[in-house]
């Protein structure tokens, strides 16, 4: 199990790492059901001109109209903690676990899944962690902007 | 204030019919930032053979990519209750203020919204119902089957 884990990590750190060829930001998702990733994506809010499409919406919309047994028996994997709009979307689908790489860049609300059911798992993944802080240290206008966009105040 | 409601939510409805024509869900939205409407959409999960573009989903994308501060002084209207996912989109943005036509035929997390400070009206329409009601009529394959994929049970 663990080390399936640092398998699927590193599946959803290469979709991190497409969107960062793509220009965009390097936050990456697989969603998995037993043993196999049934759907992949990364965040495409700057190459779509999207405000809904981060990594694991991405993740959820490429894995199809699954079947809700089929949610409740999958994983899914991120590189950073899931946001309120992914989470909610976590809980609506009874997707019934979290993996996540890292939760230091940004945390989502990880006792909302908890609550609603959803085992998460924070690996501490330092490579998730490097990616997008350097994609912040050469982006910082652009990760400044998507800040103000949700309401944080970085000052 | 109060009529300007009716006259947005006849908007949203709008959208709903909108899908209803293109043989989806009849389900829509619409934002409105200071009396203006910034966005509007419908429910495609039929049509773009989607798991994520619900009514408030696809308004909030189609409403481009705004500010935190124009969010923050928005009012979504949708026609039906907000599922936990399009909730959890309403907060991340801060979007205000909340009106709801219908919240009989489905109810989301209306709580969770107002624990987060959003302000939620419900104002009862009866056409955002019917709407709906006749829909899940006439197909009661399909709705039942967007049930079962988020853990819905009838039975």
């Known amino acids: 199990m663990g ?9 959803a750190i290469n979709e991190a790492k497409k969107s ?5 930001i390097p936050i990456g998702a697989v969603l998995v059901e037993e043993g196999k990733v049934v759907g992949r994506g990364h965040n495409r809010l700057l190459q779509n001109n999207s405000t809904i499409l981060h990594g694991e919406m991405d993740c959820i919309e490429n894995a199809g109209r699954l079947k809700g047994e089929n949610y409740q ?7 950073l903690s899931p946001c309120t709009m992914c989470s909610g979307a976590i ?5 019934h676990r979290v993996v996540i790489g890292e939760n230091t860049t940004l945390i989502g609300p990880e006792e909302l ?9 924070v690996m501490g993944i330092d490579e ?4 997008l802080e350097k994609y912040i240290e050469e982006n910082p206008q ?12 970085t000052d």
């Open 113 to 121: 899944l908890m609550e609603n059911g959803v085992e998460v798992k």
């Open 142 to 153: 652009t990760w400044e902007s998507e800040l103000e966009r949700v309401g944080y105040h």
């Open 128 to 131: 998730c962690r490097e990616i």
């Open 91 to 95: 809980i609506l689908y009874n997707i």
């Open 20 to 24: 960062l060829k793509e220009g965009g």
């Open 3 to 11: 080390s399936d884990d640092y398998r699927f990590m590193a599946e």
């Open 73 to 79: 028996k999958s994983t899914l994997y991120t590189t």
